[in-house]
């Protein structure tokens, strides 16, 4: 089926930008809902974005709004978060997965069958 593979975390200062990338190399990723979820430690898995299999619907956690932008590339079985002004409380394991399940964003982490190893962002202040 597929496989996801993040890349681009790392570490910046307040105020910086990083782009992550999820990398899939299933045929049918491009029908696939995608989502993006972080997890500090000490904290629950939380939500960060999603995008329809389109590209045409996208959805963000209300403290990314404005910052973050999700995007995909069908071409390349590539979704992106360009994430800007970041601050540090955007620290955490940034991890990308897949929904075959849904035509629109879902913000549920269990709609998600495909899981990527995550991807550290690191914010200091």
């Known amino acids: 089926q597929v496989q996801l593979v993040e890349s681009g975390g790392g570490l910046v200062q307040a105020g910086g930008s990083l782009r992550l990338s999820c990398a899939a190399s299933?045929?049918?990723?491009?029908?696939?809902?995608t989502g993006w979820f972080r997890q500090a430690p000490g904290k629950e898995r939380e939500f960060v974005s999603a995008?329809?299999?389109?590209?045409?619907?996208?959805s963000y956690a209300d403290s990314v709004k404005g910052r973050f932008t999700i995007s995909r590339d069908n071409a390349k079985n590539t979704v992106l978060l360009q994430m800007n002004s970041l601050r540090p409380e955007d620290t955490a394991v940034y991890y990308c997965a897949g929904d075959p399940g849904h035509i629109f964003p879902t913000v549920v982490a269990g709609h998600y069958d495909y899981w990527g190893q995550g991807t550290q962002v690191t914010v200091s202040s």
């Open positions: 299933g045929r049918t990723f491009s029908r696939y809902v």
């Open positions: 995008i329809s299999w389109s590209g045409g619907s996208t």
